[in-house]
Structures are given as C-alpha cells and as structure tokens.
C-alpha cells in the first residue's frame, strides 16, 4: 500500500494547535486540537489491530511503502512510511508525529486505518528563510526549542501564510504562530526573533552588553579582546545582524 490521503489547507486558515514534534524554526510539525478527537480513534484502531497475533509469514516492506511502526521509546504503534531498511532495523517516518525513528517491528498497512489523512503539518516560521551557514542554522534551532519549552503550557494558534511545498509525503506551510500565555497573547516569531538578536548584538558590542555591575577595566578588556577577532567571524556577525534586520521588516510588513 503506498496511497497517502493528504489534504492541502487554504491560506489564511487559523487554526490551535500543538506541537507534535520540532527539530528547529524550519522544520516543526503541528496538529490542529479539533483533530485531537480522531487523531486518537486511529490511535485506538492502530492499536488494537497491532494486538492481534501476526500470521508466521514474514512480513519484507519496500523503500516508500506505507506501513504501521512500533514505537521504541514507547512501544505503541503507529501510521508510518518505511524511509529506508537493513537487515535489523528500518528507519520511518511517523505520519502523525512528524519524526523519523528508527524501529524494529512493522507490520503492512490496510486501507481501513489510513482513510484519515496525516494528523502532523509540517511548518517553517514565516519571515525566517533558511541560511546556508550551518552554524547559525544549529544555533536558531536550539533557541526555537528552547523557546517552545518556556511556552509549552501556551495555548498556540497558528494561521497559514501559504504553501510551500506539496510532495507525495507532506504539504509544507509557511506559518504565523500566536501564543497565548497567563493572559497576555503575543507573536511567536517576534518573541524569537527577540532571542537571536540579543547574542548577534552582544557578540558585535560586548561592552553596551555588558550588565551594569561590570567593572570598566573587565569592560575595557572584554573590548580590547574583541577588537582582535580574526575579520571573518565580525563580518559573519555583522551579516547575522544585517539579516536580522531585514527579517524584523519583514515581520513588520506581514504583521
């Protein structure tokens, strides 16, 4: 079986959501609370169709085949698309997480369990294009998901700028994400965009960037220090900076 029923949402469609899994600001995957409901009831057919005994004829699934995976981490089972294969392992792609894991169990999908399309939409923050500089790719990434720690208990609305990308496997969107936390609701990319530009800052003025109850000699020397970084890494931050600039104007006009 190899048929994944995919549904593609108009832009401007709002919707609250959660988020099922994030590797960073370019690739997160999200699913709707009103989806909630059915994304459970698959959950449960899945599960109870994987409980019954398997017939003893072995079971070889091929690259791109749609099959049910077993869970490692917590041994339930799950929609997914077979990646890749060996001898021992296969590496899928949960269909209604987001992820890619690598299991020991599959068993062949039936078209009874996927008629409801993939409950995970795969997302990349509006406004923030992707870089080339692997560094600085690493580094958005971990402060994007540091970011969804410390507003985990949000309520997270999320309204589609447009499609970028429709494939066999997903819909990729462009999206605006807002947060609603203890009473006050703001933008997620604002509040993002606030905590990658405070070290780009900081790593071109440590002395403006230094706290008040730092002594002028540390401050003095914490300069002299800079002023001796090899070239290249101050045109890399000034270029971070330049770049910074222009996604806050972006963010500005789509605002």
Request: hydrophobic share 45%; aromatic share 8%; proline share 4%.
């Amino acid at each position: 079986m190899n048929d994944l029923n995919q549904i593609e949402l108009p832009a401007q469609t709002e919707m609250p959501v959660y988020f099922s899994f994030a590797v960073g600001v370019h690739d997160f995957f999200l699913v709707k609370k009103e989806d909630m409901t059915e994304f459970k009831a698959v959950m449960d057919l899945v599960q109870k169709k994987c409980s019954v005994s398997v017939e003893k004829t072995v079971y070889v699934p091929t690259a791109a085949e749609l099959c049910l995976a077993k869970r490692i981490s917590d041994n339930d089972w799950y929609r997914a698309i077979i990646m890749s294969l060996d001898q021992t392992t296969y590496q899928v792609f949960l269909l209604d997480i987001g992820n890619v894991e690598n299991v020991r169990e599959v068993r062949p999908a039936t078209s009874e369990l996927f008629i409801a399309p993939m409950f995970s939409l795969k997302c990349r923050l509006h406004g923030f294009p992707k870089v080339s500089d692997a560094k600085i790719t690493a580094k958005w990434n971990l402060m994007f998901q540091n970011l969804l720690h410390k507003y985990k208990s949000a309520d997270i609305t999320a309204l589609i700028i447009t499609c970028i990308a429709n494939t066999d496997l997903f819909v990729e969107y462009s999206v605006k994400l807002t947060a609603k936390h203890l009473g006050v609701t703001f933008d997620l990319g604002e509040e993002f965009l606030k905590m990658v530009e405070e070290p780009a800052v900081a790593a071109r003025s440590p002395v403006a960037a230094a706290s008040p109850g730092t002594s002028c000699a540390s401050r003095q020397a914490t300069a002299a220090a800079t002023a001796q970084k090899p070239s290249e890494e101050m045109a890399r931050v000034d270029a971070e900076i330049a770049r910074l600039q222009q996604l806050r104007l972006k963010l500005k006009e789509t605002g």
